[in-house]
């Protein structure tokens, strides 16, 4: 059995050499500097994403974390009171504020996001009317939302067909119908049984 020896990167531990071993780094020193490299995070994020794009993996795994979260939480006062102090200072240092500037990227990229998801009801084209309605208007959150609802079934109802399909693609409510290929070569004819060059 090879001995033992002591970890390059000085923490003390040790580990035991072996000819496939890439590194002179004890276990724990090994993950972070696997944690701290480039390729590795891109690999492991890469991984993930593949991963939480099933809808169905991601649900179970969100309400898990959440689950467990939840349990970690009642079960540990303590832990639970560390947690609110350290999210009370963080909020007064307005550490987020100087981060993320009211007119910076981030933000309004966070503010989109957020806004997508709160007026997913409203189609953008319409949510100027609904901000036009609550901020200048006064109008109450729900009475305006039915305002605008109204404004959408009516324009609706004046669309042609083909305008409706096209509204309803950019929503994202309909996909395009991939053009019709027969299963079976049938040949130079048409269903009906006509050759296509005399057509």
Sequence with gaps: ????????????ASYRPFPRRKTKLCIQCSRSANGRHPDKIAKSRDAML??????TIKAETLRRAHDGFRKR???DPQMRAEMVERCRTLGKSMLG?????????ARRKAVESRRRTLFS??????????????YAKRVRAADARAIVEQQIKADE?????????????RRGEATIVQKFTPKVDTGPFTLGGVASGMI
């Excluded at 593949?50 to 809808?55: I, K, Q, T, Y």
């Excluded at 409203?122 to 609550?134: D, G, I, N, S, T």
């Design 1 to 12: 059995m090879s001995e033992m020896l002591l970890c390059e990167a000085g923490c003390g």
């Design 50 to 55: 593949r991963r939480m794009a099933d809808p």
């Design 73 to 75: 939480m009642a079960d």
């Design 97 to 105: 504020h100087k981060h993320m500037p009211a007119a910076g990227p």
């Design 121 to 134: 009801w409203c189609p953008a084209e319409y949510f100027e009317q609904y901000r036009h309605l609550v």
């Design 157 to 169: 109802a004046n669309m042609s067909a083909f305008d409706k399909q096209l509204h309803r693609l």
